[in-house]
């Protein structure tokens, strides 16, 4: 648990450009992979990139999940490290958002 925490430490002293650097490097692995790894489950990229953000966003519809081992990896990746950078990203835009008001 204390990685998690250090981790969480090293991406708040990110900058704004590098937290959304590392946000479309985790969308864009996520969907590629998903598309890669579970052909039947998404058809398309879209469908991938839909589950992906739907993981990301902790949304979880349910209409798309992985079935195979590679897939529940990758899964369990996005959730474990892609939350953290989205939630990243959403307190980097707060910051910027709150410093632009002032």
């Given at each position: 648990m204390h990685i998690f925490f250090r981790?969480?430490?090293?991406?708040s002293k990110l900058s704004f450009v590098n937290v959304v650097l590392a946000s479309l490097v985790i969308i864009?692995?996520?969907t590629v992979l998903g598309f890669?790894?579970?052909p039947e489950t998404?058809?398309?990229m879209f469908d991938s990139f839909w589950w992906t953000m739907t993981t990301l966003t902790?949304?979880?519809y349910g209409d798309f999940f992985p079935t195979?081992?590679?897939g529940r990896w990758l899964g369990?990746?996005?959730f474990l490290f892609g939350i953290g950078i989205i939630g990243a990203l959403i307190g980097k835009l707060?910051?910027?958002g709150a410093t632009f008001q002032r």
């Amino acid at each position: 648990m204390h990685i998690f925490f250090r981790v969480w430490r090293g991406l708040s002293k990110l900058s704004f450009v590098n937290v959304v650097l590392a946000s479309l490097v985790i969308i864009l692995t996520g969907t590629v992979l998903g598309f890669v790894l579970e052909p039947e489950t998404f058809p398309s990229m879209f469908d991938s990139f839909w589950w992906t953000m739907t993981t990301l966003t902790t949304v979880g519809y349910g209409d798309f999940f992985p079935t195979s081992v590679a897939g529940r990896w990758l899964g369990i990746f996005l959730f474990l490290f892609g939350i953290g950078i989205i939630g990243a990203l959403i307190g980097k835009l707060v910051e910027v958002g709150a410093t632009f008001q002032r």
